[in-house]
């Protein structure tokens, strides 16, 4: 009989697998809806949807392994990565989807809530002023002016499948919609810097690495006082913190 795994699971959501078969629960039914239609829509291989029930979706496991995990070591040759950096580009090159996703955040506002996690963090004495001040620096050259492209929103490096340099399936389409392609590309590749230039072979050249840089430091920032509120450790070697002393 399979066993119930937990595979992540915190007060907004949780996905449980049983076998072959991810149960996703949602208390927010926007979000699995974005998620159903984002799939149906993507260019790219994502997992089979076999039923729905608010506040559950069920979806098929997709064949393959992951790259590595934020955290942890790397794994595949170069080719994978370009292999997944090509479908990130065939995502990007897309016809918009009706909706804005998390990468599509206006500037404006996410220049405050970047000031306001900025403080945040230094006032409860998570993170040192200078390295926290450092790092808002970095970030700034993300808030630009940027032309809107179908997005995935949480492209972490766990979330794309591959089986040798194929693309078998790229999971957790709740955050897609328009959005900055550079915010896909700095989530795939945080706490994995070394593999920039394998991913890039494969996307395509043009990319602004000031751009990515600053994402990187921009999403850490944002990330490490929810993480520690829903049980995460952002500080574990590799994850958020190493990331954002390592723009020092």
């Not at 029930?53 to 170069?78: C, D, E, M, N, W």
């Not at 955050?175 to 070394?194: K, M, N, S, W």
Request: charged letters at 20%; proline letters at 6%.
């Amino acid at each position: 009989m399979d066993e119930v795994e937990v595979v992540v699971a915190h007060s907004e959501r949780a996905t449980l697998r049983v076998g072959d078969v991810f149960l996703k629960v949602d208390a927010d039914q926007a979000r699995i809806d974005a998620e159903v239609e984002a799939m149906s829509l993507a260019p790219v291989p994502t997992p089979e949807v076999l039923w729905r029930k608010p506040p559950v979706l069920a979806i098929a496991a997709v064949p393959g392994t992951t790259l590595g995990r934020l955290g942890g070591p790397s794994t595949g040759a170069p080719a994978a990565w370009a292999a997944a950096g090509a479908a990130i580009r065939k995502l990007h090159e897309a016809p918009l989807p009706p909706r804005v996703g998390r990468a599509g955040r206006s500037v404006v506002a996410l220049a405050a809530e970047l000031d306001a996690e900025c403080e945040a963090l230094v006032a409860n004495g998570l993170l040192p002023a200078a390295l926290v001040t450092r790092n808002r620096r970095v970030a700034e050259a993300a808030l630009r002016p940027w032309t809107p492209a179908f997005t995935h929103g949480d492209l972490q490096i766990a979330h794309v499948f591959l089986d040798g340099d194929e693309v078998t399936g790229i999971i957790d389409w709740s955050e897609a919609g328009r959005g900055d392609a550079l915010y896909d590309l700095a989530t795939f590749t945080l706490g994995h810097e070394e593999r920039l230039g394998d991913v890039l072979a494969g996307y395509g050249t043009g990319i602004d690495l000031d751009v990515i840089h600053a994402w990187w430091s921009l999403r850490s920032l944002l990330a490490v006082r929810w993480l520690i509120e829903h049980g995460f450790d952002p500080f574990a070697p590799g994850c958020e913190v190493d990331v954002l002393r390592s723009l020092m």
